[in-house]
């Protein structure tokens, strides 16, 4: 059995962050900024106890924001973060799609 290491498994996948610089063209996701992406954020931070109460969210494309170098490092990440709350409907949406695919029904 391959083993996977705590930073693969808890990281955006290639095509998450792809989908992420496509919708933005690239650019900082931060109101006003017009720097280019340079790394990605967490919306909801990316801790044990959100991966294990979100665990299809976490990870998904509704918790990414893409910053610039400066904004994720200078934390300048308000009205990026998100609630508790809007991570639970996110979970429940994205629960209830899988249900559906298991199910085979739309």
Known sequence: MKR??????????EQVRYDENVA???YCRVRGCVKKIHSYHH??????????????????????AGLCFDDHEG??????????????MYENFLQSLQSKEKNGTE
């Open 4 to 13: 996977t290491t705590l930073a693969q498994e808890d990281t955006f996948s």
């Open 24 to 26: 933005h063209n690239g």
């Open 43 to 64: 919306r909801l931070p990316n801790t044990k106890s959100n991966r294990a109460k979100y665990p299809l969210f976490i990870q998904s494309c509704f918790n990414i």
């Open 75 to 88: 934390h300048a990440t308000s009205g990026v973060d998100i609630t508790d709350r809007e991570a639970q």
